[in-house]
């Protein structure tokens, strides 16, 4: 739980919000080319994704010391679009076979885990627009910003079925831990951490001997993340007691945490 939503209610509001802001994205200078190949700019999204660690909304400068983080839209623009006019601190961002092996896969993925929800007229504004965006043979730089999200939306999806499937494995006898406000600590098992744009901070699901816990963290972004399925010491104060957010096994949140 984030607060009084779930994850998936939290993401989907998240996206939802890129695509009604997408209309107010300041214009650019004219290029020669006007549409560009679906597959070429769906490869740039997740050479983008790859290349930043994620998906992110807003362009962050730090020092001069530190290279500027794009966001993945204007990333993908200045990729598209290198005519002159872009930002001195972008660097062209190299697409890979691995970037053009999964923007094919994402389009078969997402066609294929939606088509009942598509017969059923149940999708919901965002996905249908994304998935009308990468249905079409070519793309304008007006829908760069809808199908900018397309490797989240993929990975996420494709993830969350394995986490299931272990959390479903390892975790079923999952309790609460503590009382509120009661300091615990101990070995933190990472099952999962994404960046959530809407607070700045990533939040990190994991587990204390055996039961699942979750937590946000600020970090260096210059620094490197705590890795998947990786171990280390934690500690901090219990914040609630909930569910996880995908097979609603009990689930302690904590708060002020240290690690190390």
Known sequence: MIGDMTKKEFKTQELAFELRNEGKVKPVANTKKKEYDTLEVLSVAFATHRHNGGYYRDTRRFSEDNPTLFSN?????????????????FQPIT????????????????????????????????????LESITKSTLKRSDFGVVAVLPIV????????????????????????????????GMFTLNEIRFVERFG?????????????SFFKNFDQTK?????????????????????????????????????
Not at 201 to 213: E, M
């Open 95 to 130: 697409v890979i076979d691995e970037d053009r092996e999964n923007a094919r896969k994402s389009v078969e993925y997402l066609h294929k885990e939606n088509a009942f929800a598509v017969i059923a007229d149940s999708l919901n504004d965002f996905m249908k627009s994304l």
């Open 154 to 185: 993929y990975f996420d999806s494709f993830e969350k079925k394995e986490l299931k499937k272990k959390i479903k494995n390892d975790f079923s006898e999952s309790k609460h831990i503590g009382r509120i406000g009661e300091q615990v600590f």
């Open 224 to 260: 490197q993340l705590p890795k998947v399925d990786t171990t280390f010491k934690i500690k901090g104060k219990v914040k609630g007691h909930g569910k996880n957010f995908i097979t609603k096994y009990p689930e302690t949140m904590i708060n002020y945490v240290k690690i190390g």
């Open 73 to 89: 839209k204007e990333s993908m623009l200045c990729q598209l679009a290198p005519y002159g006019m872009n930002p001195p601190d």
């Open 201 to 213: 901070c990533h939040v990190l699901n994991g587990s204390l001997d055996g039961n699942l816990v």
